[in-house]
């Protein structure tokens, strides 16, 4: 059976400038996978080019086989928080209900079995009592929970998340994380970009360390060397060095 994400050689720039460098990888169907790395190491980049939402230089991306257009449906994404627009002037059920939009047909409107599966989604995420609240009227973690009752909603296979942690309290970040965790127990695959170092160890089963280019793949253990880690965000230039990664 085909991988659920494979990615070969890709290569992402703006104006002439490389983000993304020829990474290739494939992620296994009910993996939580973590994209870790330095500011500006291209992880943002890297989940939009997969997902088709900038265009990429050179590479392939096939999600179960199939082109991101063949199965957009079945891939939900919450995109890092300074990308969304929190003034939006939009209801907490709403935003959930936009999320069972891609399986609605042309020109019909939510009704009433809809708006109940956006509720459950809510209550899966413990913001049922919110509902009628504008988005921009929440707290950093409870939007965060309402992005993922959104992407919950849309019923996806594969979730890519861009720093959901951000900004969150510790309790949203624990109820997040184990609905991801759950989501990835019923085979759903969850990619997610992260900040906090010191949890990706109880995160995620797979991390992907990123520097523009590819520098390790694979099970937590093998990837997450304190040692390692810790120059990656002290200087990159001895992290690079370190691994034995010319420049
Ligand atoms: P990360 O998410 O790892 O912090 P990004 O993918 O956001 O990194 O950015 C990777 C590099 O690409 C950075 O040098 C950033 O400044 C640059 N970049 C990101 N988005 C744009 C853009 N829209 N236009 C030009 N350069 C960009
Ligand atoms: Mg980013």
């Not at 790395?37 to 590479?59: E, M, V």
């Amino acid at each position: 059976m085909a991988s659920a994400i494979s990615i070969r050689d890709l290569h992402v720039s703006y104006h002439g400038n490389e983000a993304v460098k020829g990474v290739s990888l494939s992620v296994e169907a009910g993996n939580l996978v973590g994209i870790i790395g330095p500011n500006g190491a291209g992880k943002s980049t890297f989940l939009k080019a997969i997902l088709n939402l900038i265009p990429k230089d050179k590479g392939e991306v096939k999600i179960y086989g199939h082109t991101i257009k063949e199965v957009r449906k079945k891939i939900a994404y919450v995109p890092q928080r300074n990308d969304i627009d929190w003034d939006f002037p939009i209801t907490v059920l709403d935003a959930v209900l936009i999320g069972t939009y891609p399986h609605l047909g042309l020109f019909r409107r939510p009704k009433k079995e809809e708006k109940k599966w956006a509720f459950e989604c809510l209550e899966r995420v413990g913001m049922q009592e919110f509902s009628k609240r504008q988005i921009g009227e929440l707290s950093g973690g409870q939007q965060q929970r309402v992005f993922l009752a959104r992407a919950l909603a849309q019923k996806a296979d594969l979730f890519f998340l861009d720093e959901p942690f951000v900004g969150v309290d510790a309790s949203s970040e624990e109820t997040i994380v184990n609905i991801l965790k759950e989501l990835c127990s019923q085979g759903k695959t969850v990619v997610v970009v992260h900040h906090d170092l010191s949890k990706a160890n109880d995160y995620f089963n797979r991390l992907i360390l990123l520097n523009k280019e590819l520098i390790s793949y694979g099970a937590v253990n093998e990837v997450f060397q304190p040692e390692m880690i810790e120059k990656a965000y002290k200087g990159q230039f001895a992290f690079m060095k370190e691994i034995g990664v010319s420049m």
